[in-house]
């Protein structure tokens, strides 16, 4: 039988902490797309800090599902 191991907070948190940041920051492109009168370059420039940061929350979020995984097995 395969034993659940507690998950403890301290372990997870830098991780967690991490990506609660990174939603911030692409929380904050989101809604720059949304001001006004917005140039190409300043739509582009956002656009590409968005995709960014959207890449860095798929990796975050993939490493936190491993961190777990590994956390639940011992």
Known sequence: MKKTAFVKPR???????ELELECLTAVKYIEALKVD???KN??????????????HLRIQT???????????SV
């Open 11 to 17: 372990d997870i948190t830098p991780i967690l902490d």
């Open 42 to 55: 300043q739509k582009e420039d956002i656009l590409g800090e968005l995709s960014a940061s959207i890449t």
């Open 62 to 72: 993939e490493k936190l599902d491993r961190d777990f995984e590994k956390m639940m």
């Open 37 to 39: 009168r917005l140039s």
